[in-house]
């Protein structure tokens, strides 16, 4: 952390140099008003104080102490501004890396701990380098400013001595650096844990009360907390360990210092004057070992969350390096004896896949649940390090070798799980294009039937949804999906189980559309429902990671298998529904 640290002080050589001079300027004139009043205790001791003596040291007195004050404030300002600064782009950092990671590194890190690391750590780092910089640079510029005075215009024996028990307490406290480190580290993870616990309730809430789970949740989440407390309890035992002892240190620092001065006195080699500076010079030195014990604290702290911060910074979510060949078109798909397995799993999931998808192609693939659908279309998306041994390739070249930007402008995915955001209807769609036109948008919602939804809604396209606005439905959610997808005309569109929450009729329309409107472009569909692949030109049926049942679908019914009980099973079922 600290070679960091240094590293960016050196790229800002202004603000750091000044706030040292500065910090210096204002050590030195720390000693000034104490100086003084020692001069002025001698004189009064002497009998020789006059008026024009007494204004002088309180002019002196008053201009030093507002010049401390103008020059605190211009350093301590300095710095801090340049803490915030320094947050500020390392949190872009960190956001630009966290929007190239991909899926893997998804896996491994839960959201309220990746929260934690783009909030608190990274404060505390800006804390480290600002308030532990400032802790650092004044209290060893008024440690040593206050140690010379002292030599200089009192006694070194004196001094020596008295700063003995301050070193013995400097030694205690690097004794607990290291216990200090780990409490922070457990400290820090029991609260980016229950962040997430608080996340994933907020989320799911309504199932929660569904299933009448609100109090189990209640004491985990008690427990949780308690968790958190046991560990700020240990903590706060050591912090609190510190200012005691420091006390103890301190008091025995000015009793060495004052039963020695007061023997240089009767030996007439100390004035009265000199001993009451000397006190107030020790409890100003043990104020700064203070300040100094503080930065150990401040640099745990510090360099726990540097350790976070730096895992993302260099986490590797396992996606081999992107090719750099420019992929302009989707020609062919072609997957030959492929087989994936992913990377925390100790079995493939998809096995040996031949399969060949030309352009203008609408591939329809169904299957039981878990049998590797989604599995198969990740391979395209990249998502996941692809299996070199096995052949996925692109217009007969090998996927990774392509440009992974290349490769996602040209495919449009529309996932099972819907993400919008709360934000209004247009940006959501306009999320697929962001130049799209108004009569565009008003296109795909028609291909998406969702016009007459729209119409209902009192903003139309303005119309603010997700959180801070209208609650819509699983089906308009997803229609609201497929119009993304649409917008951006892609070159290969992937709809990934995106209609299961729309009625079988609207599904077939909406379809439809899409056969119509794609016509000599590639369209996947992974779906539940056969009718919505009727149409497609082939389909496969997966079980258990394999390719069971390859064909059209006239030639799958012929072949009686999944494909043909499936279909009877869900005609069965529709003319049930439609008789109701
Ligand atoms: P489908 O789309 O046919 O429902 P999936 O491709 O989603 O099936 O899942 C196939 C299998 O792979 C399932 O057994 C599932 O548990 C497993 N699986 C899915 N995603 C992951 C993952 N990220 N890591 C490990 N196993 C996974």
Known sequence: MLSIFWSYIKKHPYIYGITTLFALLSSALAVVPNYLIQQFIDSMVNQNLTNENLFFYLGIFLAAIVLIYLVDITWVVLLFSQSYRYQNSLRSQLYRRLLQLRTPFYE????????????????????????????????????????????????????????????????????????????YEANRDAVATLSNEVLEVVDGVRVMRAYGKKELEQQQFKKRTSQVLEKANQLVLYNGAVGPIAKLFTGLSMALGLVYS???????????????????????????????????????????????????????????????????????????????????????????????????????????????????????????????????????QPIQQYHIADLEKLIGYVPQEHILFSKNVAYNIRFGKT?????????????????????????????????????????????????????????LLILDDSLSAVDAKTEQVIIQNIQDIRQGQTTIIITHRLSAVAKAHKVIVMDQGKIAEYGTPEALLAQKGWYYEQHLKQQLEENQHENI
């Open 108 to 183: 491994r890190f839960r959201s309220g701990d990746l929260m934690t690391r783009m909030t608190s750590d990274i404060e505390f780092l800006g804390d480290t380098i600002g308030y532990g910089f400032m802790l650092i640079v004044s209290n060893i510029t008024w440690a040593l400013s206050i140690l010379i005075i002292m030599i200089l215009t009192i006694s070194w024996k004196v001094t020596l001595l008295s700063v003995l028990p301050l070193l013995f307490f400097a030694w205690f406290v690097f004794k607990l650096w290291k216990k200090v480190d780990v409490l």
């Open 435 to 491: 130049q799209a036109t108004e009569q565009e948008i008003h296109d795909v919602v028609a291909f998406a039937d969702f016009t007459k939804d729209l119409n209902r809604m009192t903003r139309g396209l303005d119309t603010l949804i997700g959180e801070k606005g209208v609650s819509i439905s699983g089906g308009q959610k997803q229609r609201i999906a497929i119009a993304r997808g649409l917008i951006r005309e892609p070159e």
């Open 262 to 396: 007061a023997y240089l006195i009767g030996q007439g080699q100390m004035t009265v004057g000199e001993l009451i500076s000397f006190q107030i010079y020790l409890g100003m030195l043990s104020g700064s070992i203070w300040g100094l014990s503080d930065i150990v604290l401040v640099y745990q702290q510090g360099n726990v969350s540097f350790r976070k911060v730096e895992e993302i910074l260099e986490a590797d979510d396992l996606v081999e390096t992107s090719g750099n060949q420019p992929l302009t078109g989707i020609e062919s798909i072609s997957f030959q004896d492929y087989s994936f397995q992913y990377p925390t799993s100790d079995t493939p999931t998809i096995e040996k896949i031949n399969l060949e998808i030309k352009q203008g192609e609408t591939l329809g693939i169904v299957g039981p649940t878990g049998s590797g659908k989604t599995t198969l279309i990740r391979q395209l998306l990249r998502q996941y390090p692809v299996n070199p041994t096995g052949g996925l390739a692109i217009n007969d």
